[in-house]
């Protein structure tokens, strides 16, 4: 079965910068658009940035647009969400997702069939 394996989570200080990566076990990761969501204590778990099977379209949600980069490497299977001027809202569990059969839109969890465990991401103050 598809495994992702996420690692770079950690603790920083507000304005600092981490680089969250997930590796795909897949041999067909390539064909899939890949997300990133998040999910803070007592709220919801919200999408934070997705990318195409090719790396060449992305998106993001208003609250981290112009500070995340999402990125992709095919040929290491291995896609990444470059954090930078972090704030203590950031704080999070951030999952990372492949798409499954398109059964809602990119920034929908529903859009996505296979998670990663979640790394846990602390912004201090």
């Known amino acids: 079965q598809v495994q992702l394996v996420e690692s770079g989570g950690g603790l920083v200080q507000a304005g600092g910068s981490l680089r969250l990566s997930c590796a795909h076990s897949g041999r067909t990761f390539s064909t899939y658009a890949m997300g990133w969501f998040r999910q803070a204590p007592g709220k919801e778990r919200e999408f934070v940035a997705a990318i195409s099977w090719s790396g060449t379209s992305t998106y993001y949600a208003d609250s981290v647009k112009g500070r995340f980069t999402i990125s992709r490497d095919n040929a290491k299977n291995t896609v990444y969400l470059q954090m930078s001027s972090l704030k203590p809202e950031d704080t999070a569990v951030y999952y990372c997702?492949?798409?499954?059969?398109?059964?809602?839109?990119?920034?929908?969890?529903?859009?996505?069939?296979?998670w990663g465990q979640g790394t846990q991401v602390t912004v201090s103050s």
């Open positions: 997702a492949r798409e499954g059969m398109d059964s809602g839109p990119y920034y929908s969890a529903t859009h996505y069939d296979y």
